[in-house]
């Protein structure tokens, strides 16, 4: 029998094993992406598994669909943490990598090709742990001053203004704002309803001037069903699909930052700049780690934390403090 190595494991070759699910309805890996409800979630978490595909063949153009996931023990997943944790990445980078495996796993013994036994102890992997400062450059509200005033009078530049001004003042993901319909809008409360990570919705809350910007963009729009935020071609229509409004995808909103801020002749920023700037506005202005959480919908009150910029301010100021002596030679 023809073996695959897993670095110095090995396992059967697909081609040799019987029971190898090949139905997209029996393979955990359509299973396990099935099973994701946001479309930014099954592209992240499809890229990990194919990815650990290509690690684990050494085939460059593998994918996780029919790899025998259910062959894997704990000796394999060992090896396989410590092969990601060899490739340079971030810690977080790497984990995402073993969530997927975990996850992929556990489709496999729901399918009933793995033994709860065997599931246990193939996922039983710490978490690599690394401390690293939060990544992504503040926004300054003259940048967002700038960009805003790149925007024209054209259905793109009301929709892009509307749109930075709704990332400046919730500090939304890029999956999320992608991910608005009209419906969520509720301009009474000046509220969005937002899905977040795992389906987890929130509500965050538009300034008014963000609101003016939106309105000024739903004139244009419509008041039809769809998405909040669409495609817009160069005629000045709005991309549909069965009549209604598509939603941008993330790479679709980071192309109409860099577009922008390159107009007003600002450096680059990404939507998690937004994001982190956001959060470091609501902790310098004395809102509680808690609030702050919830309106950005994180899991833990720690990773909010994270993003306080106030003990680096109190660092700085200690150093602030010292006066470098006069430069003068000995005697």
């Given at each position: 029998m023809r073996r695959r190595k897993i670095g110095r494991v090995s396992l059967p070759?697909?081609?040799?094993?019987?029971?190898?699910?090949?139905?997209?309805?029996?393979?955990?890996?359509?299973?396990?992406?099935?099973?994701?409800?946001?479309p930014e979630s099954r592209r992240t978490m499809r890229g990990c598994l194919d990815r650990l595909a290509r690690l684990l063949t050494g085939d460059e153009t593998a994918t996780g669909a029919g790899q025998?996931?259910?062959?894997?023990?704990?000796?394999?997943?060992?090896?396989?943490r410590t092969m990601l944790?060899?490739?340079?990445?971030?810690?977080?980078?790497?984990?995402?990598?073993?969530?997927a495996l975990r996850r992929v796993l556990k489709e496999a013994w729901r399918l009933g090709q793995t033994s709860a036994e065997d599931l246990a102890r193939a996922s039983d992997l710490a978490p690599v742990r690394q401390?690293?400062?939060?990544?992504?450059?503040?926004?300054?509200?003259?940048?967002?001053?700038?960009?805003?005033s790149a925007c024209?009078?054209?259905?793109?530049?009301?929709?892009?203004?509307?749109?930075?001004?709704?990332?400046?003042?919730?500090?939304?993901?890029?999956?999320?704002?992608g991910g608005l319909a009209l419906a969520d809008y509720d301009p009474g409360a000046r509220s969005l309803r937002v899905r977040g990570k795992r389906d987890k919705e929130r509500l965050v809350y538009l300034t008014t001037d963000a609101i003016g910007l939106v309105e000024r963009w739903l004139a244009i729009r419509g008041s039809g069903p769809g998405a909040l935020f669409s495609p817009i071609s160069?005629?000045?229509?709005?991309?549909?699909?069965?009549?209604?409004?598509?939603?941008?995808t993330g790479q679709g909103i980071a192309d109409i930052l860099a577009r922008r801020l390159g107009e007003a002749g600002a450096s680059r920023r990404t939507a998690h700049d937004f994001r982190r700037t956001f959060i470091g506005e609501l902790l310098d202005a004395g809102v509680d780690l808690a609030t702050?959480?919830?309106?950005?919908?994180?899991?833990?009150?720690?990773?909010?934390?994270?993003y306080d910029r106030r003990p680096e301010k109190t660092r700085r100021d200690a150093v602030d403090r010292l006066r470098l002596p006069t430069a003068r030679p000995l005697t």
């Amino acid at each position: 029998m023809r073996r695959r190595k897993i670095g110095r494991v090995s396992l059967p070759a697909v081609s040799d094993v019987a029971a190898l699910p090949v139905e997209p309805a029996r393979d955990p890996y359509h299973v396990y992406l099935d099973s994701l409800t946001s479309p930014e979630s099954r592209r992240t978490m499809r890229g990990c598994l194919d990815r650990l595909a290509r690690l684990l063949t050494g085939d460059e153009t593998a994918t996780g669909a029919g790899q025998p996931w259910h062959l894997l023990r704990y000796e394999h997943t060992v090896r396989i943490r410590t092969m990601l944790t060899g490739q340079g990445w971030s810690a977080a980078y790497v984990n995402k990598h073993l969530v997927a495996l975990r996850r992929v796993l556990k489709e496999a013994w729901r399918l009933g090709q793995t033994s709860a036994e065997d599931l246990a102890r193939a996922s039983d992997l710490a978490p690599v742990r690394q401390s690293r400062l939060p990544t992504g450059h503040h926004v300054p509200p003259e940048v967002v001053g700038a960009a805003l005033s790149a925007c024209d009078d054209s259905p793109a530049g009301v929709r892009d203004a509307a749109l930075i001004a709704v990332l400046y003042s919730t500090g939304c993901r890029r999956a999320e704002l992608g991910g608005l319909a009209l419906a969520d809008y509720d301009p009474g409360a000046r509220s969005l309803r937002v899905r977040g990570k795992r389906d987890k919705e929130r509500l965050v809350y538009l300034t008014t001037d963000a609101i003016g910007l939106v309105e000024r963009w739903l004139a244009i729009r419509g008041s039809g069903p769809g998405a909040l935020f669409s495609p817009i071609s160069k005629a000045g229509r709005l991309r549909e699909r069965d009549g209604r409004p598509v939603g941008l995808t993330g790479q679709g909103i980071a192309d109409i930052l860099a577009r922008r801020l390159g107009e007003a002749g600002a450096s680059r920023r990404t939507a998690h700049d937004f994001r982190r700037t956001f959060i470091g506005e609501l902790l310098d202005a004395g809102v509680d780690l808690a609030t702050a959480q919830a309106l950005v919908g994180h899991s833990s009150p720690a990773t909010t934390a994270r993003y306080d910029r106030r003990p680096e301010k109190t660092r700085r100021d200690a150093v602030d403090r010292l006066r470098l002596p006069t430069a003068r030679p000995l005697t």
